[in-house]
T-cell receptor, first 117, second 115 residues
Framework: GAVVSQHPSWVICKSGTSVKIECRSL??????MFWYRQFPKQSLMLMAT?????????EQGVEKDKFLINHASLTLSTLTVTSAHPEDSSFYIC?????????????FGPGTRLTVL | KNQVEQSPQSLIILEGKNCTLQ??????????LRWYKQDTGRGPVSLTI?????NTKSNGRYTATLDADTKQSSLHITASQLSDSASYIC??????????????FGKGTKLSVKP
């Protein structure tokens, strides 16, 4: 089956620093990648959608200058949390989709736990 | 408003027992409904996916049902195992014409299987 990896799996940083999270599709080409955020006991919330080679589309309320997304290749997307603050602490999950599948199938990564001190 | 509601919020059962999780949705236009299993600290893993015309779909000990008329779905787990302890998320996909995700997530049911 399709595999999506994320790195790192967890990160702890000081307030004010920037953190980069990588999302890779290991055995397929992901024309579209999605970034989600999940707070404890909450459902996944879509932050942004990125298509390879173009600018990401952000959901309402998500600051594009704070959450920088780059989808430079068909197998890699990165999310950079700039000037992180404790309220940015969350579980960040990416998903990847190949082409325009019939069922809009997305394959999820294992997630990255970000803790901002 | 497009919403997915799941019940119960949490559930504790003994190993070997069966259980049923519920999902009600108000998503339109409907494309498909899927159930995911999410272990603590991990990403969701797909269990089943059903389109409008499908009433039931099984994946091992997991059986999902869909009633598109009442907009309800259930996930039945038989002969539960300790490894079934996880959150089970119901996700409804809207029919779309662009590249957006258009997945509406429920909050999940946290299942704990005790020995």
């Amino acid at each position: 089956g399709a595999v999506v990896s994320q790195h790192p799996s967890w990160v702890i940083c000081k307030s004010g620093t920037s953190v980069k999270i990588e999302c890779r599709s290991l055995d397929f080409q992901a024309t579209t990648m999605f970034w989600y955020r999940q707070f404890p006991k909450q459902s996944l919330m879509l932050m942004a959608t990125s298509n390879e080679g173009s600018k990401a589309t952000y959901e309402q309320g998500v600051e594009k200058d704070k959450f920088l997304i780059n989808h430079a290749s068909l197998t890699l997307s990165t999310l950079t949390v700039t000037s992180a603050h404790p309220e940015d602490s969350s579980f960040y999950i990416c998903s990847a989709r190949e082409g325009q599948p019939l069922y809009n199938e997305q394959f999820f990564g294992p997630g990255t736990r970000l803790t901002v001190l | 408003k497009n919403q997915v509601e799941q019940s119960p919020q949490s559930l504790i059962i003994l190993e070997g027992k069966n259980c049923t999780l519920q999902c009600n949705y108000t998503v339109s236009p409907f494309s498909n409904l899927r159930w995911y299993k999410q272990d603590t600290g991990r990403g969701p893993v797909s269990l089943t996916i059903m389109t409008f015309s499908e009433n039931t779909k099984s994946n091992g000990r997991y059986t999902a049902t869909l009633d598109a008329d009442t907009k309800q779905s259930s996930l039945h787990i038989t002969a539960s195992q300790l490894s079934d302890s996880a959150s089970y998320i119901c996700v409804v996909s809207r029919r779309y014409g662009g590249s957006q995700g258009n997945l509406i997530f429920g909050k999940g049911t946290k299942l704990s299987v005790k020995p």
